[in-house]
């Protein structure tokens, strides 16, 4: 199970931090992932953010690089999306996968708005 959490009302340019915890899996053999999908467009797929893998090397979307910093603390079985410089394009709700072969397990959700 996946739960984030760390979503609300921000204002353009101020930082925010999700998480996201796992339990009932061993945490540290997933590579985990954020995705954001815009709730004005259901239709729309989920976009990538991040990915971190399990030896902690870490990829982004164009859109976000320099701006938004994935990590994972395999201790607390938590990962963690450092958003800094937020845009009103960021408005979307985000989740988190971890990935282990072809098992894919999502979290619900956390809804992130950032106003002009």
């Known amino acids: 199970q996946l739960v984030e959490s760390g979503g609300g009302l921000v204002q353009a340019g101020e930082s925010r931090r999700l998480s996201c915890v796992a339990s009932g899996m061993d945490f540290p053999l997933y590579i985990m992932h954020w995705f954001r999908q815009d709730p004005e467009d259901p239709g729309k797929q989920r976009e990538l953010?991040?990915?971190?893998?399990?030896?902690?090397?870490?990829h982004y979307a164009d859109s976000v690089k320099g701006r938004f910093t994935i990590s994972r603390d395999n201790a607390k079985n938590t990962t963690y999306l450092q958003m800094n410089s937020l845009k009103p394009e960021d408005t979307a709700a985000y989740y988190c996968r971890a990935d282990i072969g072809i098992m894919e397990i999502w979290g619900q959700g956390t809804q992130l708005t950032v106003s002009a």
């Open positions: 953010v991040a990915q971190i893998t399990r030896d902690g090397s870490s």
